[in-house]
């Protein structure tokens, strides 16, 4: 940008004079003479000093400063002292109230300015004093800045709407100096208002006419011309003015799929969307679907690096990418992911490779190749971005793109295609630590917060509180139901002290469960209650919403594949909590349905590779094993069947809700419920038959996946020192043996 700087200096403010900057806004401005260092300090001198009170010091085209001092004036008029640092008036002048002051000549004012003092002052106008005194929608300190910038540039280049992204928002058009560098920030300048932008623009990689394209969302009811857009940056500024017409394109739907190319701009639109509320998101997810972009892979070849992209989630902390590469020569140099700015992010500072295969030339042939998986952390989400871009960088410099097929935003699919990221028997911890994990984490916060309780439905429930509620988490599986809720309501001590709170987590089949429970209430006519959720959410989310339903002082969380085998096996659990405050938890024997046993309480083991693992005593034993037949204190008790009192449920925070799917989280509890200073009970005097894992087989995502190694590894991570002194001391003997050292036994007749 360049001014004429023949113009010869006014003298207009030899002498300090006031001017009216807003409605209550006043500027006084004094030139310093030439008798005074240009480095000379000055400062006002007045009675009350205003709060705030602004000033700043510009260079005039002869090598003179000029100072501007902001404030807003007495409503009397007052006396007010230009100082130098020295003490010494320079000069005193009577300031009027601001509605009896001239307004600020801008171009008498811009005839001494050097060229750079004039883009700094409205700079400042736009910036500093626009805030200090926040007078955005001030007509009179409006029509200063206008004044101001068509003074800087009579004539601004145009900017154009290309279309509206949503209700006050439109995609703007233009072109700049690729010299003016970084934008710092972007104003709207209106009639009415000063908007300051986000500061969130995609610029043309080449320049025409010594011109880039740039595009950017403005924020504005309706901008139409007269519209001024300022870019400021530390180089300049860049003034246009918006043009006559409306939207290029009617709608962004338009846009988007006349567009295909514009892969910087889609991604900026998809952030922006995103950041709406309401239907924001799902109208940048519906617009990837419908035209996405054409995805990008490297054939495999003996000669030639090859690679694809197969899995990209865009998550709220960072990107998990996943796919294959194959590198038979030096050519090979990484694959990076490419932000939305162009910037390019390699892979390989924190990835997890692992030997896989990939399709051959027909469908029938596999040929092996280097797998792998990578987190990128990112300080900003990149919104629901269904196609994130990547590229193979090969030795020479050169790229070639790799650009995914239309990846899931829903977090539960997300999590699905997550945990089949990596082949079970390579999910260990450096691909769970830094890579795994954080991207789970993730998923599972997002969709923590998708899931809430859909609705609720009362089977005879009495005004007066039980003395036990029983929560059963119910998942796809209704085989057992039945069976289960006979077994409770032939029992007459359950029937009399007990509710039962039925968690439906599979809505889907809401209609079919409250058919078959309004039958079975019919029956037996058994207090319960029906909870409902929106969507699946695992065992955990289940429990912990119907524990927040139950009444009762002792909390039950029973598996819907768990049949009483007998009357009195709650009466004895519960008496057992009742009688002795220092027990926090207790669990009865469980069986298979041919007798053997399946649980006399839960202890822990490492594997091969240094993780805890959930074992249970005896397993597989015959049910009358005499050493299963012992009352005494485990590790744990399995989640199949676990008794607490509801205050200590409470007190702990319930079951953690981010073990995936449905595993460990009943081990986790009892660790939680031992750090309070509580036992852990075993009671073989209550006996129930398990169906062992009828409802978690129908998951499909957890037997394929590595849901149960990262399971036990988040929960080793969690509780290795406890885990440690607590297997190390106090069940350091063998597992097989019904004594633990130091635990308190006592010889009951098994049910």
Known sequence: MTFDESTDATGVFRNAKIFRLG?????????????????????????????PLVSMMLPL?????????????????????????????????????????????????????????????????????????????????????????????????????????????????????????DIT???????????????????????????????????????????????????????????????RYPSLQSWWGKNPEAVELREMIVRQLAALPESGAA???????RAPLATSRIAKSSMHP????????????????????????????????????????????????????????DEKSKTDVTGFVAWVPLSESPGPLLQPRFQMRLASGAVRPLIPTPQPFDPATQRNHLLRAVPPQHAVDGAFRTILAPALQDI???????????????????????????????????????????????????????????VLDSPEIQDETEHMLGGLHLLHGLPMKLVVMNRNGGYARACNAGARFARG????????????????????????????????A??????????????????????????????????????????????RDVPGVTGACLVARRDTYERVGGFTEDYVIGDYEDSDLCLKIRRLGLRIAYEPAACLYHFERRSIRRSQDYMRGVASQYNSWLHTQRWEDDITELMANQFGKDRGRPVAKGVRTRERNAA
């Open 23 to 51: 409605a209550d806004l006043a500027v006084l401005i004094w030139d310093l003479p030439p008798s005074l260092p240009a480095t000379t300090k000055c400062l006002l001198s007045m009675d009350r000093s205003p709060v």
């Open 444 to 502: 599972e916060r997002r969709l923590g917060k998708t899931i809430e309780v859909d609705s609720t439905k009362d089977y005879s429930l009495p005004k007066s509180a039980p003395l036990v509620s029983i929560v059963v988490p119910l998942y796809k599986v209704l085989d057992f139901l039945r069976f289960q809720l006979s077994g409770m309501a032939t029992d007459p001590w359950l029937a009399a002290n007990a509710e039962v709170i039925y």
């Open 185 to 247: 920030a972007i104003y709207a300048i209106g009639t009415a208002s000063i908007t300051r932008m986000a500061v969130r623009l995609v610029l043309g990689r080449n320049a025409k006419n010594s011109l880039q394209s740039c595009h950017f969302i403005a924020e504005a009811p309706s901008p139409s011309p007269p519209f001024l857009i300022v870019l400021l940056s530390k180089n300049g500024v860049a003034i246009r003015q918006l043009s006559e017409g409306g939207p």
């Open 553 to 584: 002082a002792i909390l039950v969380m029973l598996n819907s594949d768990v049949v009483p085998c007998a009357p009195g096996w709650l009466q004895v659990l519960s008496r057992e909590l009742l009688e002795n405050g220092k027990l926090g």
């Open 283 to 289: 109208t940048a997810i519906d617009l990837q679907v």
């Open 306 to 361: 090859s690679g694809e992209v197969d899995l990209a989630l865009a998550l709220d902390g960072g990107l998990l990418a996943g796919g294959w590469f194959h590198a038979p020569s030096s050519a090979f140099a990484g694959i990076d992911y490419v932000k939305e700015d162009g910037t390019a992010v390699p892979l390989d500072g924190n990835s997890y490779e692992f030997p896989a295969w990939a399709q051959g030339k």
């Open 586 to 631: 207790v669990g009865p024997k469980l069986i298979f349905e041919d007798g053997s046993l399946q649980h006399a309480g839960l202890y822990f083991g490492r594997d091969q590779r240094g993780i805890w693992l959930n074992h249970h005593f005896h397993k597989g034993m015959p049910g009358d094993y005499a050493p299963a037949q012992h009352a």
């Open 61 to 181: 085209g002869d090598g003179r400063q000029r100072m501007f001092w902001a404030m807003r004036p007495e409503k009397q008029p007052v006396s007010v002292g230009i100082c130098t640092e020295h003490g010494s008036t320079a000069e005193t002048i009577v300031m009027q109230p601001a509605r009896m002051l001239a307004p600020l000549d801008v171009e008498a004012l811009f005839a001494d300015l050097a060229p750079d003092a004039r883009i700094k002052f409205v700079n400042n106008l736009l910036t500093v004093w626009r805030s200090a005194f926040r007078i955005a929608s001030d007509h009179l300190f409006n029509m200063v800045v206008e004044d101001a910038l068509h003074a800087l540039v009579p004539e601004p280049q145009s900017a154009s709407i290309v279309c509206q992204i949503a209700q006050g928002r439109h995609l703007i058009e233009t072109a700049i100096n690729p010299d003016l560098g």
